[in-house]
């Protein structure tokens, strides 16, 4: 009878594993076990502190915002306390300089491309490829995105929002001024220079502080503002491979002049040198303003919030070309990168909160970053989170974009030399020709573009 109840078992035993083996299943570790599945968390989830700076960019500045995110990690990785810190952009590369010297650069920094880009080409941050896995769905990504992600063939960072730099167009007047005709197309959101400099005469000429374009060079962030300008349909700043300065040619010498006649005629506001964003946003939501640049999308964000009303009908446009097509386009967007650090656990565990992040996932953030903050999802999935008409002709701008202008080698050296420039021949005296501006940013600029490159072959 035992011989008999022996081989019986030994047969439901033979059995029980086949059928596992033929449905891919495995055995769980029973209750009593002693690789228990609590005991095996213990193990591998340690407790970990990581430090995570952002800078306003992305719109996370409050309080509530952090606290929010911070609690919905916690239901992710437990084991994880994150200490954030909002930097305001107020000497923000001279804090990042001063983190990096003494090696305390933060374990997650949240910014624009503009900073990120030359983070990782420093060595300050990791590559992530790594640690990509396959439920977080690259592909899902834009194609503009993920251009501005891969440096050099690496992905460099991860992005939440992706934008182009157009500009804002305020209906209302050039209907007042009797130019509605001269109105970007209403498809394409497209207009030639020539209709652009009527029109900003047409609603100069209405008085009573009214103007009809709005410039701002008073801040080395503004260079792009300027430069859409310049670039919408001439030379970019360099070669493809970052080597070579090529802004300073015959057609964007002319471009420069044509703008600098426009911006210091009496139909623009005055004082393009000195002007700030601020002052400029407060004039154009007063509808004292024809066409100004769009920064960040703060109007459509703050009428969808029921923060201002919407007083008059605007819409987004390319900047102006030759020949009325479609502008080049400044790509731009903000997202997280993680620091490169010889504790790969950190390193890990900072990685794995950056693609929770940025993955799309998470109700919360995504409420945050695209309906409280207005922001343009960078993945496609997300994209009917934009319900509004301006933010879908946003969304959808961007066809040609320039040479990612943030690879270039000194890249921030370089911005604050042309600001220089370009700032003198903004001033109403006229101090500096266009022409003297490009010609004195070009060498300038070449020498610290030879001197990035160098360094980087070291």
């Known amino acids: 009878m035992a011989s008999k109840w022996k081989k019986s078992r030994h047969l439901l035993a033979v059995s029980a594993i086949l059928m596992v083996l033929l449905s891919g299943c495995s055995f769980s570790p029973l209750p009593n076990s002693t690789s228990s599945p609590k005991k095996e968390e213990a193990v591998k989830f340690n407790p970990v502190t990581l430090e995570w700076w952002s800078s306003p960019s992305i719109g996370l500045v409050e309080e509530e915002d952090f606290r929010l995110i911070v609690a919905e990690y916690k239901k992710v990785a437990p084991y994880v306390t994150l200490n954030y810190s909002s930097i305001p952009t107020t000497g923000l590369d001279e804090k990042l300089n001063v983190a990096i010297a003494s090696g305390s650069f933060p374990d997650l920094y949240v910014d624009a491309v503009n900073r990120l880009v030359p983070l990782y080409k420093r060595g300050v941050t990791a590559g992530l490829d790594a640690y990509i896995t396959a439920d977080y769905n690259l592909p899902d990504y834009m194609s503009s995105a993920i251009d501005l992600m891969t440096i050099d063939g690496k992905l460099a960072m991860l992005l939440m929002e992706i934008r182009s730099e157009v500009l804002l167009v305020n209906k209302d007047l050039f209907l007042k001024a009797g130019v509605e005709q001269l109105l970007p197309d209403p498809r394409t959101k497209t207009w030639s220079r020539d209709s652009f400099a009527k029109a900003v005469e047409a609603i100069g000429k209405l008085g009573n502080g009214v103007y009809g374009l709005g410039m701002v060079a008073g801040d080395i962030a503004y260079d792009k503002f300027v430069d859409g300008y310049i670039y919408s349909d001439g030379d970019e700043y360099t070669n493809k491979d970052y080597t070579q300065i090529t802004y300073n040619s015959p057609g964007n010498i002319k471009k420069l002049e ?83 650090q010889q504790d790969k656990t950190r390193e890990e565990e900072a990685a794995k909160f950056a693609l929770w992040l940025s993955s799309g996932k998470s109700e919360a953030v995504n409420k945050l970053i695209y309906q409280k903050y207005a922001k343009l999802p960078s993945r496609k999935s997300l994209q009917s989170l934009v319900t509004d008409e301006p933010g879908k002709d946003w969304a959808a701008m961007p066809d040609k974009a320039i040479n990612n202008p943030v690879a270039m080698p000194n890249y921030q050296q370089i911005r604050k030399v042309w600001f220089n420039y370009f700032q003198q021949a903004m001033l109403n005296n006229g101090k500096m020709t266009a022409r003297d501006a490009l010609a004195g940013y070009e060498k300038e600029a070449q020498r610290l573009l030879d001197e990035g490159n160098k360094a980087l072959k070291k």
């Open 258 to 340: 044509w703008l600098v006649q426009l911006t210091t005629s009496p139909y623009a506001l005055p004082g393009a040198a000195g002007n700030k964003i601020p002052n400029l946003y407060e004039l154009f939501k007063q509808g004292k303003v024809g066409i100004m640049m769009n920064d960040r999308g703060d109007l459509r964000r703050e009428i969808n919030d029921g923060v201002i009303p919407r007083k008059f009908d605007f819409m987004l446009a390319h900047y102006p070309t030759d020949n009325g097509g479609k502008s080049k386009l400044f790509v731009n967007g903000s997202g997280i990168v993680i620091k490169k």
